[in-house]
């Protein structure tokens, strides 16, 4: 809203024309989001201790779609209790977010890239990762796309990119109104891209965050379906920054055009669901809107746009002023008055995700994603539902270790550590998780429940790798019984493998427990 009034201001006294008041406003989250961050720096901890990731996945060639890919944008910003706790077993990939471009094919910020931290750990656990590539604004990207020198400029440094950090693939997420036609360039210079980068590095995935709905008749997404690997369709942003009436992000139903309309009518991505739905990724929203209302009922007018708080805030918040649910649009949302003004927020949960990845699976799509992974904090809703919905993936997974970045050959070893699933899950009196270390090590493991408060904490020293289980009886720390309900527990091993002091891993479970 105020983004919005200063941009109104600007072209009332001149400063700025028609288009760049356009490239003003945040079009989108992503974007919104980034500049929020702009002055704030990369978790260290996914850099890691310096130099070139050491470990990576086969490329022979793009992989086979035989499980649905689980896809979650994961921002420089996140902070290092989520990042210690990501459940990489229910992810297939990860697209660090990200590498920022310029209109002249030049790349701007890279945020501190190679991640060799996060770009290791997950491809031990067999998770692709895909290097996200912004620009925002009509002009620079109508500007990098239409001209071949900026184009090939960006080829070969993006190549650059992904080749030194190892990654499996690049997001373009190039975002604007399209009102300067840029859209319709959009097909060819993804297919050049394509062709490019599947000849420079084989395996490699080239993926475009294409926009919910063509509002204004200005994309063939079929055309740009056809011209890379897959889409990941941003499922939301319905709602906005720039809304005149209060009313969810991501609509499953209700209105013109909705999340259902978007999958199957014609006009967006019909076409493409009827005869290629492997290319398409739907994307949900870990995030909501927040406004400061002229009335308490679905869409009041919008007096003040409050922010976009994050999935951990809604769900934490929306029990204490009572969780609503509007059977329009199949959304959730919750009010309450403050300084005598009404306050709605509306956002997505389990309930309105389930129908989401419901109509993903129905219709057959490549697979689900997020903006975006640590949204969610330590809430553990969102993560039984997407086990629930596709499912866990194996642990393992054969991977190529490259040792340090000066030695010539590449050598294949085993995961440091390999975990099992808690058996039996749910489970009344006791439940059991196996798990293998490669080298001696030890065990720090934190039991919390599904508020984030912690239950109970256990440490053992492995003097011999080899096979071991970890049981727990139900008891928290004082020895007391613990309520039914879910529980995460977070395992942490160091573990000794010859040539360096530590390897740290970390893995998360799940568990129910019903008394």
Not at 292 to 308: A, E, R, V, W
Not at 318 to 343: H, K, N
Not at 471 to 490: I, P, T
Request: charged share 25%; glycine share 10%; proline share 5%.
């Amino acid at each position: 809203m105020l983004a919005a009034i200063l941009v109104l201001l600007l072209l009332a006294r001149g400063e700025v024309g028609a288009q760049a008041a356009t490239d003003l406003i945040p079009v989108s989250p992503h974007h919104a989001e980034l500049m929020r961050h702009k002055d704030t720096p990369t978790l260290p901890a996914l850099i890691g201790e310096g130099g070139l990731p050491s470990v990576r996945l086969a490329r022979a060639a793009r992989p086979a779609q035989q499980q649905k890919v689980v896809f979650g944008f994961l921002p420089y910003w996140i902070d290092h209790v989520y990042y210690d706790q990501i459940d990489f077993d229910l992810l297939t990939h990860i697209a660090a977010f990200s590498v920022e471009v310029n209109g002249d094919g030049t790349l701007g910020d890279d945020h501190g890239w190679p991640w060799t931290g996060l770009i290791d750990a997950a491809h031990r656990h067999g998770v692709r990762v895909i290097l996200t590539a912004t620009l925002f604004g009509d002009s620079d990207v109508k500007r990098l796309i239409e001209s071949q020198e900026n184009r090939q400029r960006f080829f070969g440094r993006i190549r650059d990119k992904i080749l030194e950090g190892s990654a499996d693939g690049v997001n373009i997420d190039f975002e604007g109104p399209g009102s300067n036609g840029w859209p319709r360039l959009a097909a060819d210079f993804l297919a050049e891209l394509t062709a490019y980068l599947h000849a420079e590095i084989p395996g490699c995935e080239v993926s475009f965050a294409s926009p919910a709905v063509d509002w204004s008749a200005r994309w063939d997404f079929a055309e740009i379906a056809a011209s890379c690997d897959y889409l990941f369709v941003m499922g939301y942003a319905f709602s906005g920054s720039w809304s005149g009436m209060s009313g969810p992000t991501s609509p499953l139903k209700g209105g013109s055009r909705n999340i259902t309309t978007t999958i199957t009518d014609r006009r967006d991505y019909g076409d493409v669901t009827r005869n290629h739905p492997e290319k398409l990724i739907l994307g949900v929203p870990y995030y909501g809107c927040r406004w400061t209302t002229l009335g308490n009922q679905p869409g009041s007018s919008i007096k003040d746009f409050d922010g976009y708080p994050q999935l951990s805030v809604t769900l934490q918040t929306a029990p204490a002023y009572g969780r609503l649910w509007d059977s329009t649009t199949q959304t959730s949302w919750y009010r309450y008055q403050l300084a005598g003004e009404w306050i709605q927020v509306w956002f997505d949960d389990a309930g309105s995700l389930a129908q989401k990845y419901d109509l993903a699976l129905e219709k057959d799509l490549r697979g689900i994603g997020m903006w975006a992974l640590g949204y969610e904090g330590n809430r553990t809703e969102p993560w039984q539902l997407v086990e629930e919905k596709i499912g866990r993936r194996a642990s393992t997974a054969v991977v190529e270790d490259r040792g340090r970045p000066e030695d010539n050959g590449y050598d294949v070893r085993p995961q440091a550590v390999q975990v099992g699933d808690g058996y039996p899950n749910p489970f009344n009196a006791s439940t059991v998780i196996a798990y293998h270390l490669a080298d001696p090590g030890q065990l720090d493991a934190q039991l919390y429940d599904a508020l984030g408060r912690h239950v109970k904490s256990w440490r053992r020293r492995h003097e011999a790798g080899g096979s071991y289980a970890w049981q727990w009886d139900g008891f928290d720390e004082r020895g007391d019984d613990v309520a039914s309900g879910v529980y995460l527990l977070r395992m942490r091993f160091s573990t000794d493998d010859g040539e360096s002091e530590s390897v740290v891993e970390v893995k998360t479970r799940r568990m129910a427990l019903v008394r």
